[in-house]
């Protein structure tokens, strides 16, 4: 099966069907961080859908380099969503099956330990183009 590429536009429209009123209280809680976030398998609720992947085809090896042109940091609230950038460009996106939010999540690798992380899109971090 073929995996849906995501560019900023589709983010955008993905968090387009958002129900606001659904929002708060919904199975998706444990998702719904404003930063990058660690999160167990565990914890992953049943009704959040992969929806496709952030990683650009072909590209085997995306860059480690990181977008702030306004000294955000990685693990700022208000960094910029840039699905060319790390880590957002070994992200896959997820959608609630209830209130229709948009999370990206990815997956850091160290040398003795597997983690994986969640943030919740807020649709006005998104960036267009590099």
Do not use: K
């Not at 702030?68 to 609630?96: K, L």
């Amino acid at each position: 099966m073929r995996t849906m590429t995501i560019d900023a536009d589709q983010l955008l429209q993905l968090c387009a069907m958002q129900d606001p009123s659904l929002v708060a209280g919904c199975t998706c809680g444990p998702l719904q961080m404003s930063a990058w976030e660690s999160i167990t398998e565990e914890r992953w609720p049943a009704g959040v859908l992969r929806v496709g992947t952030l990683r650009a085809p072909g590209d085997e090896e995306p860059t480690f380099e990181e977008f702030h042109p306004n000294g955000t940091r990685y693990g700022s609230p208000d960094a910029p969503i840039a699905p060319q950038w790390f880590p957002y460009n070994r992200s896959d996106a997820y959608v609630c099956g209830r209130c229709h939010s948009v999370f990206l999540r990815y997956t850091e690798y160290g040398g003795y330990y597997v983690d994986h992380r969640v943030r919740m899109v807020d649709p006005s971090l998104i960036v267009q183009g590099p």
